[in-house]
C-alpha cells in the first residue's frame, strides 16, 4: 500500500471501465456485460459530470451517484470533476464562486460512494478544456485544483483525489501545473493509441509511448518522486486500428509498475476504442489473456 492510502477502499491495483448508457440499466447494465466478456467482476466503472452548464452539474449529482448504488451498491466509481466551465474563469473558482455547486456534488457522491475516486480537472496540460493550464494559467489551474480537492476532502475523507494529465508534452509541460503532495493522493494520465506509426512499425510506437518526454517513463518517475501511485483512468487502442503491441504493453506497463486502477474506454464515443465488440479482435484477444 503506497503512502497516505491507509484508509482507501482501494489497495493494490484494480481494472476499470467506460462504457456507453445503454439499456435496460444504464452503465451499469453495460459495465456488467464487460465484466461477462473479460471474466472479471467487481470492476470499478468511470463517469463525468456535465460540463455544459452549472446547473446541469448540480442537477445530475441529485440522481447519478444514486443511480450507481440502485443498481449495484458494490461498485466503486472514479468520478471525472469539471474544474470550471465556459462561463467561468478558472481564476475565478478559487475564490468561491462555484463553491456551493462543488460542495453539493461532492456530498451527493460521498453519500453513495464515499470512497469514490475523484479526477479533478482532467488533461489540463493540453488546451481542449475549459480549465486549461495552458497560455500563463499554470497558477490558476493549480489554485482552482486545490481549492476544489479540498472540498471534496471535507465531504468525505475516503475519497481519493486523482490529478490526471494527457500523454505528451501538449499546451503546457505537466510538471508546470502539479497541485502539490497534500491535495493529490493519485497520479493520473490518459492515454491512447494515437501515433500514425503504429501502423507501419507498432514496436517503434510503443517505444515512443515509454520514452517520449512526458511519456510513460516521465510517468512513473514524477508519481515515484512524489510517492503517489499511478493511474490510467483513460486508455485505448483504436484511432490507428487494431494493434495487440500498444495493448500488450500498456497491460505489462500497468501490471508490473504501481498502478493503483485503470479505466479501459471500452466505447465508439469521443473516441473507437471499443474492444469487446470485435473491431479490434487481435487487440481483444490479448486484452482477454493478460486482463490489464
Known amino acids: ?49 456535465p460540463g455544459d452548464s452549472w446547473a446541469n452539474f448540480t442537477a445530475t449529482a441529485a440522481w447519478l451517484p444514486g443511480y450507481w448504488w440502485q443498481y449495484n451498491h458494490n461498485r466503486n466509481i472514479v468520478w471525472s470533476i469539471q474544474l470550471t466551465m465556459e462561463t467561468t474563469t478558472l481564476s475565478q473558482i478559487t475564490p468561491g464562486l462555484q463553491d456551493d455547486a462543488f460542495k453539493y456534488v461532492a456530498s451527493q ?66 510538471d508546470e501545473i502539479y497541485p502539490g503532495d497534500d491535495v493529490v493522493d493519485v497520479i493520473g494520465m490518459d492515454i491512447y493509441d494515437t501515433n500514425p506509426q503504429s501502423r507501419t512499425d507498432p514496436n517503434a510506437s510503443w517505444q515512443n509511448y515509454l520514452n517520449s518526454r512526458y511519456g510513460l517513463r516521465w510517468h512513473k518517475q514524477f508519481a515515484a518522486s512524489h510517492h503517489k501511485p499511478m493511474s490510467y483512468p483513460e486508455w485505448g487502442v483504436g484511432q490507428e486500428g487494431d494493434n495487440p503491441t500498444f495493448v500488450t504493453g500498456m497491460a505489462n506497463w500497468i ?26 479482435p487481435k487487440s481483444a484477444k490479448v486484452f482477454l489473456r493478460l486482463k490489464p
Not at 497558477?139 to 468525505?156: L, T
Not at 498502478?259 to 473491431?279: E, F, H, K, R
Request: hydrophobic content about 40%.
Open 1 to 49: 500500500m503506497w503512502p497516505g492510502l491507509a484508509h482507501a477502499a482501494i489497495s493494490g491495483h484494480k481494472a476499470g471501465v467506460y462504457v456507453d448508457w445503454g439499456d435496460p440499466n444504464g452503465r451499469e447494465s453495460n459495465v456488467e456485460a464487460f465484466e461477462q466478456w473479460l471474466g472479471r467482476k467487481g470492476l470499478l466503472a468511470l463517469d463525468y459530470t
Open 109 to 174: 457522491i460521498a453519500i453513495f460512494q464515499p470512497n469514490a475516486i475523484i479526477r479533478i480537472g482532467w488533461e489540463g496540460n493540453g488546451d481542449w478544456f475549459p480549465w486549461s493550464g495552458a497560455n500563463g494559467q499554470q497558477m490558476d489551474y493549480i489554485n482552482a485544483f486545490r481549492h476544489v480537492a479540498k472540498i471534496f476532502k471535507a465531504a468525505s475523507p475516503g475519497f481519493l483525489i486523482d490529478w490526471c494529465v494527457n500523454f505528451g508534452p501538449n499546451n503546457v509541460p505537466a
Open 255 to 280: 501490471k508490473n509498475n504501481n498502478v493503483l486502477y485503470n479505466d479501459y474506454w471500452n466505447t465508439n464515443s469521443a473516441y473507437p476504442g471499443m474492444i469487446s465488440d470485435g473491431q479490434y
